[in-house]
T-cell receptor, first 112, second 115 residues
Framework: QKEVEQDPGPLSVPEGAIVSLNCTYSNSAFQYFMWYRQYSRKGPELLMYTYSSGNKEDGRFTAQVDKSSKYISLFIRDSQPSDSATYLCAMTANQGAQKLVFGQGTRLTINP | DAEITQSPRHKITETGRQVTLACHQTWNHNNMFWYRQDLGHGLRLIHYSYGVQDTNKGEVSDGYSVSRSNTEDLPLTLESAASSQTSVYFC??????????????FGPGTRLTVL
């Protein structure tokens, strides 16, 4: 069983919809949680970063962490065609340890 | 602007050949990483380095090697390329000494095909 599980999709939604992307994990030591966005034929880039449980909002994006359930989510409000990309969750146990464990990535398409 | 580059961007090679993929960053980051990305597996860590002369094995290190002789470069070598090593390879760097996030900055990737 993989340490981090993420539904690979693909997920296709109309423009303006609210998108929910999720990951589950098995290692209770994970404390730092990230979402990366990867456009086609590009490298991933950091989108959101959260520590421990709770919510973090940045514009149209909200990251949620529920450590008791070992479950993290990324919500995209008012989705735009430019949000079409693969979204990867990543996590690590120790700040500075730098060994990230990634989910498989979810391929998202926003249809105009 | 500081950046991270990879070369070549595309490479086709034959089974059994030695291949080296280059990674160069100009941020002066101590930490550098090599990942491979395959459908259904996401990003998997091959090797990583926390500084000059330091190298460590990741999750899928068999058949790969790295060396770190300076801060800027971490070349990845496939000793004897196999078809199972056909993949997209990403290099990344980070510097946690600045505090805050564990942000890794990724290069554009190298698409390797082993025939």
């Amino acid at each position: 069983q993989k340490e981090v599980e993420q539904d690979p999709g693909p997920l296709s939604v109309p423009e303006g919809a609210i998108v929910s992307l999720n990951c589950t994990y098995s290692n209770s030591a994970f404390q730092y949680f990230m979402w990366y966005r990867q456009y086609s034929r590009k490298g991933p880039e950091l989108l959101m970063y959260t520590y421990s449980s709770g919510n973090k909002e940045d514009g149209r994006f909200t990251a949620q962490v529920d450590k008791s359930s070992k479950y993290i989510s990324l919500f995209i409000r008012d989705s735009q065609p430019s949000d079409s990309a693969t979204y990867l969750c990543a996590m690590t146990a120790n700040q500075g340890a730098q060994k990230l464990v990634f989910g498989q990535g979810t391929r998202l398409t926003i249809n105009p | 602007d500081a950046e991270i580059t990879q070369s070549p961007r595309h490479k086709i090679t034959e089974t059994g050949r030695q291949v080296t993929l280059a990674c160069h960053q100009t941020w002066n980051h101590n930490n550098m990483f090599w990942y491979r990305q395959d459908l259904g597996h996401g990003l998997r860590l091959i090797h990583y380095s926390y500084g000059v002369q330091d190298t460590n094995k990741g999750e899928v290190s068999d058949g790969y090697s790295v060396s770190r002789s300076n801060t800027e470069d971490l070349p990845l070598t496939l000793e004897s390329a196999a078809s199972s090593q056909t993949s997209v390879y990403f290099c990344a760097s980070s510097d946690p000494s600045g505090g805050g996030t564990d942000t890794q900055y990724f290069g554009p990737g190298t698409r390797l095909t082993v025939l």
